[in-house]
């Protein structure tokens, strides 16, 4: 792609805009010549007689109306060429720019968009500064290079199905033409999902090549709004969900299995992506589909032959794991949902959705992590992957679907608060298992977050309007609930499945949980821990210093939870130094209130260890060395803005996630600063406390590799600010005393 010679394609350009305008000449006139237009007013105006006046003048007229269908489509090839031109070269221009910008991080690109490291070994790079990129900077560099392949392929895909429609017809010419790359695109689609829809219309005895090929179109179009739009209405709302109904559980006693399952977990994902653009796109016809969607939610979508049949709620909702719906859309479907469960409730969830009146299998493949039958926890999926949606839902409240209206709950005393009487029965699998709190977690987390939970490249939302400002505000109430309702570890672990989100909203609200933390009985007005925090700038709420701290103990005793969450503490711990600038005083004060946040998780997390395995000494051990490990993999794998230059930081959470983490210095306000900041994540990953050849034989040594890790921005300011020996040690005699007051937090007895 970087080699890519668009020189004759360019000429091309130039020749076809030069061949629309003698066309033009030839058709309407101009420059003097004899002209199509002429031609047809003589033969018009001509007195004919016999056969001429039948065939020869129609002729004439006809072959007139040519010259100008012949312009039509010149300058259609011409527009088409000229656009994919302007298109190929942006992309070009764009991969270079990102090889060579990964270059300099020692990943390199090959020919094939693959990526790899490229650091020189010690021998080569001699005293010169080489620094090997981690795992997670070569998959970075190979996702971004790959979504710039994707768009150069997207792109020629276009142009040349747009050129051959051009090139079909040996005898006419094409009176309509395209105006465009986008224009060809919107009509692309349009065709596709005519062909799609026929396709459809065969249901349940679609072969599985034609499955596969109904995927292969899907694939490419399933962001197209035209061919998404013409999809979901040509189907309509009833026979949308009658397709998928008709796939997924055909009503035959046999359920798909092997290869054809695989297949209808691409055609169910492509499903959902597809409806899920559809929904942005406001015409009357797909107003209607979406009214027509939310009022077949209770009806029962049947099987020819079969009497059970699942609700409307539940096809759509397992249509709904891919892809961001629009608000709108989400807020109706999400209200009716649960204002006709509501009203059912004499049933109870379980019964409601899985009783022997509505089997069906839905999901595939079958087993997999996709919510079951149970409609809420699809459209959980839904809202995790739309914030604006999820945080209007969480602040919303439902009735009962008119059999009392005035009986309304809170949506989220009705799905999260246990405790409230009435408060949702969520639904268990075959194994007795309740899988519906995973989803539950990931529409917390966009609404709480506000970005998709599973965004690869995640960004706290800016705060520079009223709207976005009131949003962010909205969000940490929404998460000071979250920190109230699970702040003992036994509610966190009766809703399995929900830890992970948990843990990803801890580290996105780190700021804030350290703001709550710096309020020792009460001091924190008169301390200006407002000013320290910028409070006010960075919209931090305080959630309570007694809950703030259960809250943190109740993930930290967890060792995936522990991990993300001091990484997390690591990062901002260092930047929230470096946002006091040249005041001495403030940034250790605000340093050493860091320490206090680690020593905290750390005894949470060893005095974990030391319940689970009590004196089973060689177990203990084996957690402690795996525990004292996580920096090597956490700090390592920091990657994102440049420190100063954005708002946050991403660090890993669990296989493949990322959050991001917000930083105390989104407005550096110097290049010292900044240097400082830079320089702050530089120095982590130098000092890595590598302990991989040493044997943790107790919980007095993880705990030293705790308090390394607590120090390292301390001793990394000092460093930076050129501290002498007598100043480091006042300052590590301070920092273990806070340490410790942080252990004490969460001390609940002496680890065994």
Same mark, same amino acid.
């Given at each position: 792609?970087?080699?890519?010679?668009?020189?004759?394609?360019?000429?091309?350009?130039?020749?076809? /805009?030069?061949?629309?305008?003698?066309?033009?000449?030839?058709?309407?006139?101009?420059?003097?010549?004899?002209?199509?237009?002429?031609?047809?007013?003589?033969?018009?105006?001509?007195?004919?007689?016999?056969?001429?006046?039948?065939?020869?003048?129609?002729?004439?007229?006809?072959?007139?109306?040519?010259?100008?269908?012949?312009?039509?489509? =010149?300058?259609?090839?011409?527009?088409?060429?000229?656009?994919?031109?302007?298109?190929?070269?942006? &992309?070009?221009?764009?991969?270079?720019?990102?090889?060579?910008?990964?270059?300099?991080?020692?990943?390199?690109?090959?020919?094939?968009?693959?990526?790899?490291?490229?650091?020189? #070994?010690?021998?080569?790079?001699?005293?010169?500064?080489?620094?090997?990129?981690?795992?997670?900077?070569?998959?970075?560099?190979?996702? %971004?290079?790959?979504?710039?392949?994707?768009?150069?392929?997207?792109?020629?895909?276009?142009?040349?199905?747009?050129?051959?429609? &051009?090139?079909?017809?040996?005898?006419?010419?094409?009176?309509?033409?395209?105006?465009?790359?986008?224009?060809?695109?919107?009509?692309?689609?349009?065709?596709?999902?005519?062909?799609?829809?026929?396709?459809?219309?065969?249901?349940?005895?679609?072969?599985?090549?034609?499955?596969?090929?109904?995927?292969?179109?899907?694939?490419?179009?399933?962001?197209? @709004?035209?061919?998404?739009?013409?999809?979901? +209405?040509?189907?309509?709302?009833?026979? +949308?969900?009658?397709?998928?109904?008709?796939?997924?559980?055909?009503?035959?006693?046999?359920?798909?299995?092997? /290869?054809?399952?695989?297949?209808?977990?691409?055609?169910?994902?492509?499903?959902?992506?597809?409806?899920?653009?559809?929904?942005?796109?406001?015409?009357?016809?797909?107003?209607?589909?979406?009214?027509?969607?939310?009022?077949?939610?209770?009806?029962?979508?049947?099987? @020819?032959?079969?009497?059970?049949?699942? &609700?409307?709620?539940?096809?759509?909702?397992?249509?709904?794991?891919?892809?961001?719906?629009?608000?709108?859309?989400?807020?109706?479907?999400?209200?009716?949902?649960?204002?006709?469960?509501?009203?059912?409730?004499?049933?109870?969830? *379980?019964?409601?959705?899985?009783?022997?009146?509505?089997?069906?299998?839905?999901?595939?493949?079958?087993?997999? =992590?996709?919510?079951?039958?149970? #409609?809420?926890?699809?459209?959980?999926?839904?809202?995790?992957?739309?914030?604006?949606?999820?945080?209007?839902?969480?602040?919303?409240?439902?009735?009962?679907?008119?059999?009392?209206?005035?009986?309304?709950?809170?949506?989220?005393?009705?799905?999260?608060?246990?405790?409230?009487?009435?408060?949702?029965?969520?639904?268990?699998?075959?194994?007795?298992?309740?899988?519906?709190?995973?989803?539950?977690?990931?529409?917390?987390?966009?609404?709480?977050?506000?970005?998709?939970?599973?965004?690869?490249? @995640?960004?706290?939302? @800016?705060?520079?309007?009223?709207?976005?400002?009131?949003?962010?505000?909205?969000?940490? =109430?929404?998460?000071?609930?979250?920190?109230?309702?699970?702040?003992?570890? *036994?509610?966190? *672990?009766?809703?399995?499945?929900?830890?992970?989100?948990?843990?990803?909203?801890?580290?996105?609200?780190?700021?804030?949980?350290?703001?709550?933390?710096?309020?020792?009985?009460?001091?924190?007005?008169?301390?200006?821990?407002?000013?320290?925090?910028?409070?006010?700038?960075?919209?931090?709420?305080?959630?309570?210093?007694?809950?703030?701290?259960?809250?943190?103990?109740?993930?930290?005793?967890?060792?995936?939870?522990?991990? +993300?969450?001091?990484?997390?503490?690591?990062?901002?711990?260092?930047?929230?130094?470096?946002?006091?600038?040249?005041?001495?005083?403030?940034?250790?004060?605000?340093?050493?209130?860091?320490?206090?946040? &680690?020593?905290?998780?750390?005894?949470?997390?060893?005095?974990?260890?030391?319940?689970?395995?009590?004196?089973?000494?060689?177990?203990?051990?084996?957690?402690?060395?795996?525990?004292?490990?996580?920096?090597?993999?956490?700090?390592?794998?920091?990657?994102?803005?440049?420190?100063?230059?954005?708002?946050?930081?991403?660090?890993?959470?669990?296989?493949?996630?990322?959050?991001?983490? #917000?930083?105390?210095?989104?407005?550096?306000?110097? =290049?010292?600063?900044?240097?400082?900041?830079?320089?702050?994540?530089?120095?982590?990953? %130098?000092?890595?406390?590598?302990?991989?050849?040493?044997?943790?034989?107790?919980?007095?040594?993880?705990? /030293?590799?705790?308090?390394?890790?607590?120090?390292?921005?301390?001793?990394?300011?000092?460093?930076?600010?050129?501290?002498?020996?007598?100043?480091?040690?006042?300052?590590?005699?301070?920092?273990?005393?806070?340490?410790?007051?942080?252990?004490?937090?969460?001390?609940? /007895?002496?680890?065994?």
């Amino acid at each position: 792609m970087t080699d890519l010679r668009l020189g004759k394609l360019k000429a091309a350009v130039t020749d076809w /805009e030069q061949m629309v305008g003698k066309l033009r000449a030839l058709a309407t006139g101009g420059g003097g010549g004899i002209n199509a237009a002429d031609l047809k007013a003589k033969a018009e105006a001509a007195d004919w007689s016999g056969a001429n006046a039948t065939v020869t003048k129609g002729f004439v007229a006809k072959t007139a109306s040519e010259f100008n269908d012949v312009v039509t489509e =010149a300058r259609s090839v011409h527009k088409i060429l000229q656009e994919s031109h302007a298109a190929f070269k942006k &992309h070009q221009e764009e991969l270079k720019t990102t090889v060579d910008r990964w270059a300099k991080r020692n990943v390199y690109i090959n020919d094939k968009g693959g990526a790899v490291s490229a650091a020189p #070994p010690g021998a080569v790079a001699g005293n010169a500064k080489t620094e090997a990129p981690t795992q997670e900077d070569v998959d970075a560099a190979a996702a %971004e290079v790959g979504r710039i392949l994707e768009a150069a392929n997207e792109t020629d895909r276009i142009t040349a199905r747009a050129l051959r429609k &051009h090139a079909a017809s040996k005898y006419d010419f094409d009176e309509t033409g395209y105006r465009g790359l986008k224009d060809a695109d919107r009509q692309q689609g349009i065709e596709d999902a005519d062909a799609q829809v026929k396709l459809a219309a065969k249901g349940a005895d679609l072969t599985d090549a034609e499955l596969k090929r109904f995927n292969e179109v899907a694939k490419n179009q399933r962001d197209n @709004p035209a061919y998404a739009e013409r999809f979901a +209405t040509k189907l309509g709302p009833e026979g +949308t969900l009658q397709f998928w109904r008709s796939l997924a559980d055909p009503g035959r006693g046999d359920t798909p299995t092997g /290869e054809r399952a695989k297949i209808l977990a691409k055609v169910q994902d492509n499903l959902s992506l597809t409806l899920a653009t559809a929904t942005h796109v406001d015409t009357p016809a797909m107003r209607e589909w979406k009214d027509g969607i939310i009022a077949a939610g209770d009806d029962r979508i049947k099987h @020819p032959g079969i009497m059970s049949a699942p &609700h409307g709620f539940q096809v759509m909702s397992s249509l709904m794991g891919k892809g961001k719906f629009e608000s709108g859309f989400l807020t109706s479907y999400g209200k009716e949902m649960v204002e006709f469960e509501r009203g059912n409730s004499k049933l109870g969830a *379980d019964w409601l959705w899985d009783g022997p009146g509505n089997p069906a299998q839905l999901n595939y493949p079958p087993g997999s =992590a996709k919510p079951g039958n149970d #409609p809420v926890a699809g459209f959980m999926e839904a809202l995790g992957h739309n914030p604006e949606a999820s945080l209007k839902f969480f602040n919303d409240s439902t009735g009962r679907g008119g059999k009392d209206d005035l009986d309304t709950l809170s949506n989220w005393d009705y799905l999260v608060d246990k405790e409230n009487e009435n408060a949702r029965e969520w639904p268990t699998d075959d194994d007795g298992k309740t899988t519906g709190y995973k989803n539950l977690g990931h529409a917390l987390e966009s609404a709480t977050l506000g970005y998709a939970y599973d965004d690869q490249n @995640p960004s706290i939302p @800016p705060l520079d309007t009223d709207e976005q400002k009131a949003a962010r505000d909205d969000r940490t =109430a929404l998460m000071q609930r979250v920190v109230d309702n699970y702040k003992n570890a *036994d509610v966190i *672990d009766g809703q399995p499945g929900i830890r992970d989100s948990l843990t990803n909203m801890a580290a996105g609200h780190v700021d804030s949980l350290n703001y709550s933390m710096a309020n020792f009985g009460g001091s924190g007005e008169q301390a200006g821990r407002d000013g320290m925090f910028d409070a006010k700038g960075n919209h931090l709420r305080d959630f309570g210093q007694t809950d703030g701290a259960n809250f943190l103990r109740a993930l930290a005793s967890d060792e995936d939870s522990y991990k +993300t969450l001091s990484a997390a503490q690591q990062v901002y711990g260092a930047s929230a130094m470096g946002a006091q600038g040249d005041d001495l005083q403030d940034a250790l004060r605000v340093g050493r209130h860091s320490v206090l946040m &680690h020593g905290l998780m750390d005894e949470a997390r060893f005095e974990s260890i030391g319940k689970e395995f009590g004196d089973e000494k060689d177990e203990r051990n084996k957690e402690l060395e795996k525990q004292a490990e996580w920096r090597k993999a956490a700090v390592g794998a920091v990657v994102g803005t440049a420190v100063g230059a954005g708002t946050a930081l991403i660090v890993p959470a669990g296989a493949a996630m990322a959050i991001a983490v #917000p930083l105390a210095m989104e407005n550096v306000g110097g =290049a010292a600063n900044a240097q400082f900041a830079t320089e702050t994540i530089d120095w982590l990953k %130098e000092r890595e406390f590598d302990n991989s050849n040493e044997s943790i034989e107790s919980i007095g040594k993880a705990k /030293e590799v705790g308090q390394h890790n607590a120090m390292t921005p301390l001793l990394n300011y000092a460093d930076a600010h050129g501290m002498d020996s007598d100043a480091v040690w006042d300052l590590a005699e301070k920092a273990s005393v806070r340490y410790g007051v942080g252990a004490g937090v969460t001390d609940t /007895e002496d680890s065994k």
